[in-house]
């Protein structure tokens, strides 16, 4: 992960909004109940009585990319905290509420919401995400024991949290549920290689690599005919209902990133590019009248090819990134 990003996520406290509870006190149960699985499903508590459940406190400013039990507890007032998460690219996020001591009517609250948010930021961006914003935000405060379990809608989601009282606090359960056909994506790793597919729907999808990289297109498939053409101003697609656009910027929002590419037509690659910004977007936009795929490899960028930029470098546009 770049420093930049890691700076980014250490500076999330300043930039969490303080958000208000409702006037009411909730615990789900007990500290001293011996039941871990009170608020499961039956098919999860058998799922998890079989294998062993990953336990580890929960800091004020978090990030797992790992299923198991989290708990919260204040040794002080904690008043602007966040956990990010994360799982693999084929896979939603399912948080379970475990228990929950926190004092709604005090100013506490428990938020999940779907996707990430960094610096006012959203990924997925509000063009790319199914729901309204304020749709992707769950309160616990608010929804109580109506809402028991939440699922995120791709593989990134983050809680915000506030708790006054020395040890009140909160436990959750992370799952990982495989996502046969997933959409916006952030990915965890600075090398890989993915295949973006949307089958006959009208929605926007984007793959965020969160490094400065080479990415390398060998396969497109659009509803029309052969080509790739670089961006220009005022120039796109032509008003084309499919197409691809790699995008780059230094913050998490596709839609306040840089247009740098337009790929308009389907084609077998390879294509590359060099792109040298702190986060790199492969984004596609469907009409749902075709099947539309995408086949790209991605690499970190060496701090040589940073220094000394070659070939088919856009590497310019994010200098104040680098």
């Known amino acids: 992960m770049s420093p930049s990003f ?3 996520c250490h500076l999330i406290l300043i930039f969490l909004v303080a958000l208000r509870g409702e006037s009411r006190y909730l615990e789900l ?5 011996p039941d871990p699985f009170l608020l499961f499903s039956a098919n999860l508590k058998r799922e998890l009585a079989g294998e062993q459940l990953y336990h580890r406190a929960l800091r004020c400013l978090d990030m797992l990319s790992l299923q198991g039990q989290f708990t919260f507890t204040a040794d002080q007032p904690q008043l602007h905290c966040a956990a990010f998460f994360i799982s693999e690219p ?3 996020i399912t948080i379970y509420y475990d228990l929950v001591s926190i004092d709604c009517q005090g100013g506490d609250f428990l938020k999940v919401f779907d996707g990430w948010i960094l610096k006012g930021e959203k990924f997925p961006s509000s063009q790319d995400h199914p729901l309204p914003t304020t749709e992707r935000y769950i309160d616990f405060c608010e929804s109580g024991l109506s809402r028991r379990s939440i699922r995120s809608s791709q593989n990134v989601a983050m809680i915000f ?3 006054h009282e020395p040890g009140n606090g909160f436990t959750l ?3 990982r549920d495989p996502n046969l056909f997933p959409c916006n994506v952030i990915s965890q790793t600075p090398n890989g290689k993915f295949t973006l597919v949307v ?4 929605r926007n999808c984007s793959f965020s690599i969160i490094y400065p990289v080479v990415i390398k297109i060998s396969d497109l498939t659009l509803g029309h005919l052969n080509g790739l053409q670089l961006k220009k101003p005022s120039a796109g697609c032509g008003g084309k209902g499919d197409f691809v656009e790699l995008l780059g910027g230094t913050g998490l929002d596709p839609s306040k990133m840089m247009p740098l590419a337009d790929l308009c037509y389907p084609f077998q690659g390879p294509a590359q590019m060099k792109i040298g910004c702190d986060n790199t977007v492969v984004r596609m936009v469907s ?3 075709n099947i539309n795929r995408v086949t790209f490899e991605y690499r970190q960028l060496e701090p040589y090819e940073l220094e000394n930029p070659n070939g088919n470098s856009i590497q310019e546009f994010c200098l104040s990134g680098l």
């Open 173 to 175: 359960t992370i799952r």
């Open 6 to 8: 890691k700076l980014q």
């Open 161 to 163: 949290f506030r708790v």
């Open 287 to 289: 009409s749902g009248k």
């Open 90 to 92: 084929e896979e939603f």
């Open 29 to 33: 149960r007990e500290k001293g109940d």
């Open 199 to 202: 089958p006959h729907q009208h």
